[in-house]
């Protein structure tokens, strides 16, 4: 039997509990335009105030009655979904329209629900999305750090913590995060990111709580910033590719800053590696890069031979020293970042010596009976594991 097709149509308006105040251009159409929006509880429903201010109150919709034929298990969806899928059915067909804004305990089968009873009664059924922006989870991750930091219902070890005692943390989480990019782990680095996300945040709501500044004074910050040291992209200015892209970065942040001195800003506390090549980066600004890279590979074998030669310990620890320095400045002309390419021989060491052991052991070998030789006979008959 065909089911007769009236000119009714339901009209489902999905919200965003993170944003309950924002809704899309087609969303407002549609709730402007409604004689009425219901909903299940509009006392209860997040939109509700924000909806309000526009004129658009909403309504409580009352669940119908079942027939017995409607309290057919077989049938899709709860009877509680049935009984409000067939209350807005009877509003639609009454006014011709019925505009429906989900609420908190709509799910994915209620709007089946409505849309199963909907073509059996013969009524169009339209869905509005919402689409919430890119970020919008970060709303709710500074929502849950209030709440934590909440001075009377909040968790004590969070309100405890200050900016300096949150330090090594944010240290730490950066480190991991380092590993997780050096084996490329895609599931960890987006963990690991989410762990140094909530130090920013964290930090944020701290400085929040004492009336300094506040999660947007963070982002506006490093937003303008993006947006005043990209002209090329911004503002019309021409480059001719990445190298000049970097200098007009330099000099743009030399004059935001108003830094007099060569390294200053160059954090002291930075790893040994990172350190060397931001101070060997800031000098060559200033024309102080007098090395090609075979210049510096004849240095680097000078400074073995000077190690080679060096008196006692202190003379062998700066000679070694300067070695060093020499080959990060080798390094930066090879445009390899020391530090992270360092840190990269350590990952394949780990996993290269890991596997030697776990054929040691295989071999029925305890580590102990290795001599030099044999160590190093293991090392090269054995591949390294794979990240």
Not at 126 to 138: D, N
Not at 253 to 270: C, H, I
Not at 343 to 361: D, K, T, Y
Not at 370 to 381: F, S, Y
Request: proline letters at 6%; aromatic letters at 6%.
């Amino acid at each position: 039997m065909t089911v007769p097709t009236t000119a009714a149509r339901v009209v489902l308006v999905a919200f965003s509990e993170r944003l309950p105040d924002l809704f899309p251009l087609q969303s407002w159409e549609a709730l402007s335009r409604a004689r009425t929006v219901w909903t299940r509880d509009p006392d209860a429903h997040p939109s509700g105030p924000y909806l309000a201010l526009g004129d658009i109150p909403l309504a409580r919709l009352e669940p119908a009655r079942l027939d017995i034929a409607g309290l057919d298990l077989t049938q899709p969806g709860s009877p509680q979904d049935r009984r409000y899928a067939r209350a807005l059915l009877g509003r639609a067909t009454a006014w011709g329209e019925a505009v429906y804004l989900l609420g908190p305990t709509d799910t994915d089968a209620s709007t089946r629900t409505v849309a199963h009873e909907a073509a059996r009664a013969g009524v169009e059924v339209e869905y509005v999305f919402h689409h919430e922006p890119p970020g919008s989870e970060v709303l709710r991750l500074a929502e849950v750090e209030r709440t934590l930091r909440h001075p009377e219902t909040g968790c004590p070890w969070d309100l405890q913590q200050d900016h300096a005692s949150l330090g090594h943390h944010l240290l730490e989480e950066t480190y991991e995060l380092l590993d997780a990019i050096a084996v490329a782990d895609d599931a960890a680095i987006a963990e690991e990111l989410g762990d140094v996300l909530l130090q920013v945040v964290f930090h944020a709501q701290i400085a929040s709580d004492r009336a300094a500044f506040d999660l947007d004074d963070v982002a506006r910050g490093i937003t303008d910033k993006l947006v005043r040291r990209h002209p090329h992209v911004f503002a019309g200015v021409e480059v001719s590719g990445a190298d000049e892209v970097v200098a007009n970065w330099e000099v743009l942040k030399q004059q935001e800053k108003r830094r007099t001195g060569p390294f200053d800003g160059v954090p002291s506390a930075l790893p040994a590696l990172a350190l060397t090549h931001a101070l060997q980066r800031r000098a060559a600004r200033l024309g102080f890069d007098q090395h090609d890279p075979d210049d510096l590979r004849d240095r680097i074998r000078q400074q073995l031979d000077a190690l080679d030669d060096a008196a006692g310990g202190d003379d062998r620890a700066e000679q070694l020293g300067d070695l060093l320095a020499t080959v990060v400045a080798l390094a930066r002309h090879l445009r390899v970042d020391p530090e992270q390419t360092l840190r990269a021989a350590a990952v394949r060491f780990r996993r290269h010596f890991e596997a030697v052991l776990a054929a040691a052991h295989r071999a029925g070998i305890h580590p102990d009976d290795l001599d030099p030789d044999a160590w190093l006979r293991l090392w090269h008959d054995v591949e390294p594991a794979e990240p």
